[in-house]
């Protein structure tokens, strides 16, 4: 499995932050492989790389650091590993955007932790989690309060595809 992530700058909650560790530690357990891209920013990035070297999880990290040094994190330095298992590369520096649409283009499953639970312009979290909807990746997002929602939800769509469509098939599919 190939997970992405984007998050905030600022840092994560305490509830993020349980929430995003159980469930790392969750897709460890049910996949043989796991392989995670981040973007090597201060905040979110830095502590999900940081949850994945303290619990000996996943197989694979990948760093997509910006070009901008200002905001990275310097994960590989400040959290190293003792694992001969852990595989860490960190691909050429990017601008933001091109970075960010990097790590969407890699991942099968775009991990999102934002700072806040309404999506907002300018902000290169969401401006990822829209380029991920765009290209029809599965998302998980992880608010601040430790909710965890996941894109694409069947149910939500269903429901959409039926108001706008105003009819419902036997078996609950619209036409």
Known sequence: MILGFTGTREE????QIRSLTKLLKKMNSKYDFCEFHHGDCIGADAKSHEIIIKNKIFQKIIIHPPTNS???AYTYIEFPSDRDSLEVHILGEKEYLDRNKDIVDSCEILLVCPCQKEEILRSG???????ARKLNKKIILIYPDGTIE???DKKLIK????????KKEKN????
């Open 150 to 152: 996941i894109w694409p």
């Open 125 to 131: 979290t969401w401006q990822t989690y829209r380029t």
């Open 159 to 166: 429901k959409i595809k039926e108001k706008f469509s105003g």
């Open 12 to 15: 994560l909650t305490e509830k």
């Open 172 to 175: 609950g599919n619209t036409t």
């Open 70 to 72: 200002k905001l990275r």
